[in-house]
Antibody, heavy 125, light 109 residues
Framework: QVQLQQWGAGLLKPSETLSLTCAVYGGSFSNYYWSWIRQPPEKGLEWIGEINHSGSTNYNPSLKSRVTISVDTSKNQFSLKLSSVTAADTAVYYC???????????????????WGKGTTVTVSS | SSELTQDPAVSVALGQTVRITCQGDSLRSYYASWYQQKPGQAPVLVIYGKNNRPSGIPDRFSGSSSGNTASLTITGAQAEDEADYYCNSRDSSGNHLGVFGGGTKLTVL
């Protein structure tokens, strides 16, 4: 059974860089999209971005200038860096495993079936 | 703003059937996935693909799609189904970006 374990600094000052890592245990690292999602207090989920095992990335356009997602296949880990944080970046950050593809009916599918427990990140001076 | 639109809140009487909807242009070509989130917990996938349930998800949860609208139906809602529900898909740009709906808070009366 695949599990995701995530960690990183929980308290940052404005202008610092957020850094989180997610380790994948118990499953293949290939053929999936390794994703980051965040949830500000009392708000909904926001997709941050993803990376596949070969290092190809997709980022939310609203965060793209500040986000870097990287992968270390030798350790089955992927990481998130978000630069120049402000109070608006205060949120619970989740890592997740994503799958995407096409069906025989010409519909596409995309979902995230395994999630980390979340890391609370607070930005405060 | 989200490219997937959900009603903010829905209520259902215990044991009755409720439908939670999600609208967006990308749903004309992507199946929505649905997540249940209870307070203080990570989201849990409940429906993916055309109408698939991960192991451990009760069969009272089902999904459907028509045009630009995806629906999550709970048939015989239980007290433990009270939660926030989010739909998710790729966006309509063709750039393989993920997007979530704003979420629907389900209250079981």
């Amino acid at each position: 059974q695949v599990q995701l374990q995530q960690w990183g600094a929980g308290l940052l000052k404005p202008s610092e860089t957020l850094s989180l890592t997610c380790a994948v245990y118990g499953g293949s690292f290939s053929n999936y999209y390794w994703s980051w999602i965040r949830q500000p207090p009392e708000k909904g989920l926001e997709w941050i971005g993803e990376i596949n095992h070969s290092g190809s990335t997709n980022y939310n356009p609203s965060l793209k200038s500040r986000v870097t997602i990287s992968v270390d296949t030798s350790k089955n880990q992927f990481s998130l860096k978000l630069s120049s944080v402000t109070a608006a970046d205060t949120a619970v950050y989740y890592c997740a495993r994503g799958e995407a593809g096409a069906t025989t009916s010409l519909y596409y599918y995309y979902y995230m079936d395994v999630w980390g427990k979340g890391t609370t990140v607070t930005v405060s001076s | 703003s989200s490219e997937l639109t959900q009603d903010p809140a829905v209520s259902v009487a215990l044991g009755q059937t409720v439908r939670i909807t999600c609208q967006g242009d990308s749903l004309r070509s992507y199946y929505a996935s649905w997540y249940q989130q209870k307070p203080g917990q990570a989201p849990v996938l409940v429906i993916y693909g055309k109408n698939n349930r991960p192991s451990g998800i009760p069969d009272r949860f089902s999904g459907s799609s028509s045009g630009n609208t995806a629906s999550l139906t709970i048939t015989g809602a239980q007290a433990e189904d009270e939660a926030d529900y989010y739909c998710n898909s790729r966006d309509s740009s063709g750039n393989h970006l993920g997007v979530f709906g704003g979420g629907t808070k389900l209250t079981v009366l």
